[in-house]
């Protein structure tokens, strides 16, 4: 019941990073306040849930010690310093737990492997999500809009946007990417029927993005979201691209293998929706190509504005 209380208020209150904080005392604080940190630090659960005598007594401190560090990271109590230690444990308790030393064995080959092991997982994983999803009507529906709106909000999902905006406007469609919230929502505002709204975002639940898109609906823009399944921007949408991708919790040193799987979905939109526009297409690839060679020299094989 204390924990069920404790990650009641946790919810309630402004989330502060505590554990960068402590780490900032371990520098600054007399013997005492070190040793107890050491103690906090070295066991969050066990801080969070003992009394504060039994912390005292593992740290060899007095129990004042513990109140005076509350008190001097910015806290009005122990309980309130209680309550965002197990926040940061709910939150970001892998990173905490993880064995910070680098395998002595370690190679390169291995960061290797793993990179591209987890990116060929990604692709398979989202070939399989994607088997269902017509991607030659919504590659119709976006080649026959005369203004393609995209959102993004994060690393992942800014980034997607901006890409398919650079594979659109390749071929000749009115394309604009925004991460801004702000800009997000004005955009929305001035969509009409012609207008499709595209929106990335792999929780289904960025608050401006969803705002966005019911702003576009109700102007009656046509949506598709990139999304998870179930989620409540997949309840928002028209068109939804199932986006599933569950990340490797375990391999907390590497980089998420979730970028692949999106821009194999921003391929796959441009590549729909250029062959729905047809031949066409080529010719505007082609001054594309044309006009870089007044910049560099590049073989007739080099990626168009790579």
């Known amino acids: 019941m204390a924990n069920k209380q404790v990650d009641k208020h946790a919810d309630a209150m402004p989330r502060i990073d505590i554990i960068a904080r402590l780490k900032a005392r371990l520098e600054e604080g007399h013997r005492a306040e070190v040793a107890l940190i050491e103690v906090i630090l070295g066991d969050m659960h066990f801080a969070i849930t003992a009394p504060i005598a039994e912390i005292s007594r593992r740290a060899g401190v007095s129990q004042p010690t513990v109140t005076r560090l509350a008190r001097s990271l910015g806290f009005t109590s122990t ?7 197990a926040q940061a444990l709910a939150l970001g308790g892998a990173y905490l737990r993880a064995d910070k030393r680098i395998d002595e064995n370690h190679t390169s080959n291995q960061v290797v492997s793993t990179i591209c092991s987890h990116a060929h997982a990604a692709l398979d994983l989202i070939s399989v999500a994607m088997a269902a999803a017509d991607l030659t009507a919504l590659g119709k529906t976006i080649a026959g809009a005369r203004r393609i709106i995209i959102y993004g909000t994060g690393g992942n999902s800014s980034m997607a946007a901006v890409e398919l905006q650079n ?20 955009s929305a505002s001035v969509s009409d029927k012609q207008t499709v709204v595209i929106a990335f975002s792999t929780s289904g639940r960025v608050r401006s993005i969803l705002d966005a898109v019911a702003v576009a609906r109700q102007y009656d823009a046509i949506s598709i979201g990139i999304t998870k399944p179930e989620s409540p921007l997949a309840g928002a949408v028209q068109h939804l691209v199932p986006f599933v991708f569950e990340e490797d919790q375990t391999a907390l040193y590497k980089p998420s293998a979730s970028r ?11 590549l729909a929706t250029a062959e729905a526009i047809g031949p066409s297409v080529l010719e505007l690839l082609r001054r594309v190509r044309q006009s870089l060679t007044t910049l560099e020299s590049n073989g007739p094989m080099q990626p168009i504005g790579d």
Do not use: C, I
């Open 79 to 85: 309980h309130e310093m209680k309550v965002h230690m």
């Open 260 to 270: 692949y799987a999106m821009l194999a979905v921003v391929d796959m939109l441009a």
């Open 167 to 186: 594979r659109l406007f390749r071929l000749g469609l009115n394309s604009t990417a925004y991460a801004d919230p702000q800009l997000q929502s004005m």
